[in-house]
């Protein structure tokens, strides 16, 4: 079993970021020595709390540093930071988060002797190939599919989108899906008017929120309980 494990990811924020919360607070628990590779221009006030409660447990540290959710010249400078801090704590598994995070696992991996596996969390799967930015994305997947050990995915759909825009071509793969701690869980005494319903995630177009309220809209107006 590997004992030291870094995770590298852009964004400290929403569920990738609660995603490798929960993956450091299990791996501390069970003896393991955990980082955390991060970007430091996003998040705010919020990540920088999440971050900061973490720092107990991520006895290989946190390391921050300013990183772009497109493709950019300043990824150059970021790989040079990141093999950098790599190199230094030694780890004996990398785990990329998201493409920006799989791709430096990737790279970094590939150059240190170090086996890479990436949780892709939707990131490039959600473009498709007839756009230029899910041309160039998409692209750059099919390239560093090959220097992964392999792939764990949160969700049936983002096994199924890989495969078929990016392709796993027997690339090894588990599906683990989040779960939650009993510490999650309290009671509510729900109003008399309370609809079951609930949505959880960020208020992104990407999550079809639109869709949503249409959807309850529609509902409304033929007036089914």
């Not at 799989?102 to 490039?124: E, M, Q, W």
């Amino acid at each position: 079993m590997p004992r030291r494990i870094i995770h590298c990811f852009r964004a400290p924020l929403g569920g990738v970021m609660r995603h490798v919360g929960d993956l450091v607070t299990a791996q501390h628990g069970m003896g393991l020595d955990v980082g955390l590779i991060t970007a430091s221009n996003l998040g705010g006030a919020g990540a920088d709390k999440l971050l900061r409660s973490l720092e107990p447990k991520c006895t290989l540290g946190i390391h921050r540093l300013p990183l772009g959710r497109l493709p950019m010249l300043r990824d150059l400078a970021a790989y040079r930071a990141i093999r950098k801090i790599c190199h230094a704590l030694r780890p004996d598994l990398l785990h990329g988060h998201g493409a920006k995070g799989g791709a430096f696992a990737a790279l970094i991996g590939h150059s240190l002797g170090v086996p890479a596996f990436y949780t892709p969390h939707g990131g490039s799967l959600q473009f498709n190939w007839t756009s230029t930015l899910g041309l160039v994305s998409l692209s750059l997947e099919k390239i560093l599919r090959p220097l992964f050990t392999g792939l764990i995915f949160v969700s049936e759909w983002e096994k199924n989108a890989y495969d078929m825009k990016v392709g796993l071509r027997g690339k090894s793969f588990r599906i683990v899906h989040n779960g939650l701690w009993e510490t999650d869980f309290r009671p509510v005494t729900p109003r008399s008017d309370a609809a079951d319903l609930l949505f959880i995630g960020e208020l992104r177009e990407v999550k079809g929120v639109d869709i949503m309220l249409r959807a309850m809209a529609l509902v409304a107006a033929q007036h089914v309980r």
